[in-house]
């Protein structure tokens, strides 16, 4: 199996998370941004839409990270990350919603202003742009906190591909200067320490 991605890609990170739970690796074929070699037509081909990642598992391709995640997860033996339990299963797929819909986003702009911008020579950050990022991702974190309270995890009692989904917008908070959003909630905070220290993540945040 080839994933054609960047270590530095959250996306890329989510499906190598997933491969490193079920004990597999695959192939990193690394992507370099700068050069835009995700626009160019050899990975125009695997991913019309020009991001990253792709799969390709013995000519099958595939691409969005979230199916990409699915598929790893029932191709490989190996403990479960999509519950079996059909309300433990519906709590996953919510939670993955919730990740896409109102988490990412909001984290992104303040990652992109703040950590992006810098490394991109882009000058200061915009606060007012800082701030409405701020503000979008306290309500989701809140809405998560309050979740967190009766569960060790998003889907229950297990770590699941809902758990996958949050670690790399939730670490790049940190270099962001927003980390305090997530250790100022008390289940949050509990929660991400939970996630962030297993191996598998950090095996995948240190290959960058």
């Known amino acids: ?13 989510k499906v190598l ?14 992507l370099d941004f700068a050069k835009g070699d995700h626009k160019q037509p050899a990975h125009l081909a695997r991913q019309p839409f020009g991001v990253i990642p792709s799969l390709d598992d013995d000519g099958f391709q595939l691409y969005e990270s ?6 790893v997860d029932a191709k490989y033996p190996g403990t479960p990350l999509v519950p079996g339990d059909l309300r433990a299963r519906a709590r996953m797929e919510q939670w993955i919603s919730v990740e896409q819909s109102y988490i990412s986003p909001a984290a992104m702009q303040i990652v992109r202003e703040v950590m992006f911008k810098k490394m991109m020579g882009g000058g200061a950050p915009d606060p007012k742009v800082v701030e409405a990022g701020r503000a979008k991702l306290s309500h989701g974190l809140d809405v998560l906190d309050k979740a967190l309270a009766k569960d060790p995890y998003l889907a229950g009692s297990t770590f ?23 250790t100022s909630r008390a289940n949050v905070g509990a929660w991400w320490k939970r996630i962030s220290e297993r191996p598998t993540w950090k095996k995948v945040a240190q290959r960058a």
Do not use: H, W
């Open 1 to 13: 199996m080839k994933i054609y991605g960047n270590p530095l890609s959250t996306c890329t990170r």
């Open 17 to 30: 998370v997933t491969l490193a739970e079920k004990g597999q690796e695959a192939e990193l074929v690394v």
């Open 66 to 71: 979230r199916a990409m995640m699915r598929y």
């Open 160 to 182: 699941s591909l809902a758990d996958v989904t949050y670690l790399p917008y939730l670490e790049y908070l940190f270099p962001s200067e927003a980390g305090d959003l997530v």
